[in-house]
């Protein structure tokens, strides 16, 4: 995993975390062209028989009036079409996960300064905030070469690209904080 997919992560704008379970969705089967309930019912020959405990209603003829296989499959299938679809995690507005106040909770009775040093913000998240460490942050994030060569400038460019890649993700940032 990337470090900026762990810092997602732990953000709760991750992939497999703060989205919607997938609802609206069912496989349908086509009928079975062997099933008896696809089949039409002879009247010729029937024979009116007590109806057993818990069975569909007939008619007095015996033919089943309860909808069939494909009747319910297909009543089924129009629900479905027209349930609500889920949210998909790319289009969540970015009011929707408060990164800001999560980050102040986290801070709060602490002297870490997530909003200008990257070291800080990873910190704060639990993740790894050694030169390493954030040099190979910088590298996943395709930081350019004459960022790479000065550790000052690579912390600030750091810093600002993370947070602008949280708001793409979905993330509250202020917008002073992207600038």
Same mark, same amino acid.
């Given at each position: 995993m990337s470090i900026f997919s762990t810092i997602l992560d732990k953000l709760g704008l991750g992939k497999n975390k703060g989205q919607p379970a997938v609802t609206g969705t069912t496989e349908v089967k086509p009928p079975d062209p062997t099933s008896t309930a696809s089949k039409p019912v002879s009247? &010729? $020959?029937?024979?009116? $028989? &007590?109806?057993p405990m818990g069975a569909a209603p007939t008619s007095e003829k015996g033919v089943s009036t309860a909808p069939s296989a494909v009747e319910r499959r297909q009543r089924d299938d129009v629900a479905v079409k027209d349930a609500p679809a889920p949210v998909p995690?790319? $289009?969540?507005?970015?009011s929707q996960v408060d990164i800001t106040k999560m980050l102040e909770q986290k801070a709060k009775g602490t002297v /870490?300064?997530?909003k200008q040093s990257i070291s800080d913000l990873l910190f704060l998240l639990d993740i790894d905030n050694s030169r390493e460490a954030r040099t190979q942050l910088a590298k996943e994030l395709a930081a350019p070469a004459d960022v790479m060569s000065d550790s000052a400038r690579m912390n600030t460019w750091l810093?600002? $690209?993370? /947070?602008?890649?949280? &708001?793409e993700n979905g993330g509250n940032i202020p917008q002073d904080l992207l600038d």
């Open positions: 009247n &010729a $020959t029937s024979v009116p $028989t &007590a109806k995690a790319a $289009t969540r507005t970015m /870490l300064n997530w810093h600002k $690209t993370v /947070l602008r890649k949280i &708001a």
